[in-house]
T-cell receptor, first 113, second 113 residues
Framework: GDSVTQMEGPVTLSEEAFLTINCTYT??????LFWYVQYPGEGLQLLLK?????DKGSNKGFEATYRKETTSFHLEKGSVQVSDSAVYFC????????????FGQGTTLQVKP | GAGVSQTPSNKVTEKGKYVELRCDPI?????LYWYRQSLGQGPEFLIY????????DSGLPNDRFFAVRPEGSVSTLKIQRTERGDSAVYLC???????????FGSGTRLTVV
């Protein structure tokens, strides 16, 4: 079945460091891909998405490119801030076309000043 | 309200008891989703409503779990004969028409003792 695998955390970086969080997927068909973020004490929020191969999603300085050849959707940011500390989830749209999402296990990011 | 509201925010119950978890979606959102998030894991899909009907309940783990949305707005997730393994955060999300632009609530943390 469809699945998402994320790099294990926690990831600890200093402010202004470059961030990469790896995400790979297994899916039938052509899923859409998403990154969600969960800040401490808050609900999950959509960070960015890409709906087809080679699309780049971007938001708040974060970017991810839908790579069909490597079945990947790695999250990157050039310069992280303390306020980016959160749990990041990679997800894909399920094959049933009902809006169902399949999530990875999440990666905790800690940014230190 | 402005967001998806879930009540209660925390629920502690004894093994074997019955619980109900409530979700108030954003007004006008026809699609409603329930997910379950265990500690250290990503959310797992439980059930999807389009209007009043359950369009996809493939994620419900067994017949102890049931959900309703009688008027196409508020939804209730019902768990009978709770087990310790049911302890998790139960997340609700809604979207305008079943697309992937979900808004998640902050969740109900269920602890079965």
């Amino acid at each position: 079945g469809d699945s998402v695998t994320q790099m294990e955390g926690p990831v600890t970086l200093s402010e202004e460091a470059f961030l990469t969080i790896n995400c790979t997927y297994t899916a039938t068909g052509y899923p859409s891909l998403f990154w969600y973020v969960q800040y401490p004490g808050e609900g999950l929020q959509l960070l960015l998405k890409a709906t087809k191969a080679d699309d780049k999603g971007s938001n708040k300085g974060f970017e991810a490119t839908y790579r069909k050849e490597t079945t990947s959707f790695h999250l990157e940011k050039g310069s992280v801030q303390v306020s980016d500390s959160a749990v990041y989830f990679c997800a894909l749209s399920g094959s049933s076309n009902t809006g169902k999402l399949i999530f990875g296990q999440g990666t905790t990011l800690q940014v230190k000043p | 309200g402005a967001g998806v509201s879930q009540t209660p925010s925390n629920k502690v119950t004894e093994k074997g008891k019955y619980v109900e978890l409530r979700c108030d979606p954003i007004s006008g959102h026809t699609a409603l989703y329930w997910y379950r998030q265990s500690l250290g894991q990503g959310p797992e899909f439980l059930i999807y409503f389009q209007g009043t009907g359950a369009a996809d309940d493939s994620g419900l783990p067994n017949d102890r779990f049931f959900a309703v949305r009688p008027e196409g707005s508020v939804s209730t997730l019902k768990i009978q004969r709770t087990e310790r393994g049911d302890s998790a955060v139960y997340l609700c999300a809604s979207s305008l028409d079943g697309n992937y632009g979900y808004t998640f609530g902050s969740g109900t943390r269920l602890t079965v003792v």
